[in-house]
C-alpha cells in the first residue's frame, strides 16, 4: 500500500510563507498526478491545488489562486505546495494525494497522514 509523506507544516503568522512537501519513499511518484488537500477543524477536506505527472498543467482552489504554487521535482520524487502570504483562513490540516487531478477527494487512490498548518493572525 502507498503512503506518502507530508513536511513542512508549521506555526506561522499571517502574511509568512511556508512550503510543504510530499514524498513517496519506495515508489514511484513521479509516474502520477498529485493535488493537495486541506481540512479545517469541524469541516470537509477541500481541494487545494493539483498537478499532472510532467507538471504541464496545474490546477488551483479560488482561495489560494495568486498565493499557493504547486511544483514537483520528479529527479526527487518531491511534489510542492509552496504557499505565500498565508491567511488565518488558511489554517487546517493539510494533505497530499496520488492519482488524480480531481477536485474530490474520492478520485485519488492514495494519501498521506497530512502536516498541521497554522496561522496565526
Known amino acids: 500500500q502507498v503512503q506518502l509523506v507530508e513536511s513542512g507544516g508549521g506555526l506561522v503568522q499571517a502574511g509568512d510563507s511556508l512550503t510543504l512537501s510530499c514524498a513517496a519513499p519506495?515508489?514511484?511518484?513521479?509516474?502520477?498526478?498529485v493535488g493537495w488537500f486541506r481540512q479545517a477543524s469541524e469541516k470537509e477536506r477541500e481541494f487545494v491545488a493539483a498537478i499532472t505527472w510532467s507538471a504541464a498543467r496545474t490546477y488551483y482552489a479560488d482561495s489560494v489562486e495568486g498565493r499557493f504554487t504547486i511544483s514537483r521535482d520528479n529527479a526527487k520524487n518531491t511534489v510542492y505546495l509552496q504557499m505565500n502570504a498565508l491567511k488565518f483562513e488558511d489554517t487546517a490540516v493539510y494533505y497530499c494525494?496520488?492519482?488524480?487531478?480531481?477536485?474530490?477527494?474520492?478520485?485519488?487512490?492514495?494519501w498521506g497522514q497530512g502536516t498541521q498548518v497554522t496561522v496565526s493572525s
Open positions: 494525494a496520488g492519482g488524480s487531478v480531481a477536485s474530490v477527494p474520492g478520485q485519488y487512490r492514495f
Open positions: 519506495g515508489f514511484t511518484l513521479s509516474s502520477y498526478n
